[in-house]
């Protein structure tokens, strides 16, 4: 399958900050990726949609101001949390699909902690 | 009705068992029923996947059955090791309809040695 590599799997940041969270396909050309957030002992939230070239579809309740989303090309997609607070904790994990295609490839996740 | 309902919530079974997980969904148009495994700290991978126009799909010690006319389907794992201990979801999904994923609500997984 394809390999997705997320980074950073870890960041701590202060109160009113921006951090970015790169997504990317490693040996696959993904022409949609998905970023997800997961609190403790949860399921999966999608936030936005993304496909190469366009812009971000994101799901109803998800600022689309604060969770700034990338993707410029078929290998690379970008999260931005901007003015970052504490409750923007979480973890946050992308998946990229190719067109067409059954299975979706999830990274490792990004634990984001705001302090 | 895009809900997909996972149970149990938690799981502990003996080293050697069946662990089983079910789910069900409302929404008939979902045609891609596929099963996440996540260690902690990790993202899902892909454990096994199913189409409504099979029953019943089998890899190693994982098999999907899926019942249509009941829209439930479900997860067993044979022979469940210690290292089978980790968080499994369900999903479902309609495949023309932006290749979105529903997930369930998870199943905490420990198998005891």
């Known amino acids: 399958g394809a390999v997705v590599s997320q980074h950073p799997s870890r960041v701590i940041c202060k109160s009113g900050t921006s951090v970015k969270i790169e997504c990317r396909s490693l040996?696959?050309?993904?022409?949609?990726m998905f970023w997800y957030r997961q609190f403790p002992k949860k399921s999966l939230m999608l936030m936005a949609t993304s496909n190469e070239g366009s812009k971000a579809t994101y799901e109803q309740g998800v600022e689309k101001d604060k969770f700034l989303i990338n993707h410029a090309s078929l290998t690379l997609s970008t999260l931005t949390v901007t003015s970052a607070h504490p409750e923007d904790s979480s973890f946050y994990i992308c998946?990229?699909?190719?067109?067409?295609?059954?299975?979706?490839?999830f990274g490792q996740g990004t634990r984001l902690t705001v302090v | 009705q895009q809900q997909v309902k996972q149970s149990p919530q938690s799981l502990i079974v003996q080293k050697g068992g069946i662990s089983i997980i079910n789910c069900a969904y409302e929404n008939t148009a979902f045609d891609y029923f596929p099963w996440y495994q996540q260690f902690p700290g990790k993202g899902p991978a892909l454990l096994i996947a199913?189409?409504?126009?099979?029953s019943e799909k089998k890899e190693g010690r994982f098999t999907i059955s899926f019942n249509k006319s009941a829209k439930q389907f479900s997860l067993h794992i044979m022979d469940s090791q210690p290292g089978d201990s980790a968080t499994y979801f369900c999903a479902a999904e309609r495949m023309e309809y932006g290749n979105k994923l529903v997930f369930g609500a998870g199943t905490i997984l420990r198998v005891k040695s």
């Open positions: 998946s990229v699909r190719g067109q067409g295609a059954d299975e979706a490839f």
């Open positions: 040996d696959f050309q993904a022409t949609t």
């Open positions: 199913i189409r409504p126009d099979v």
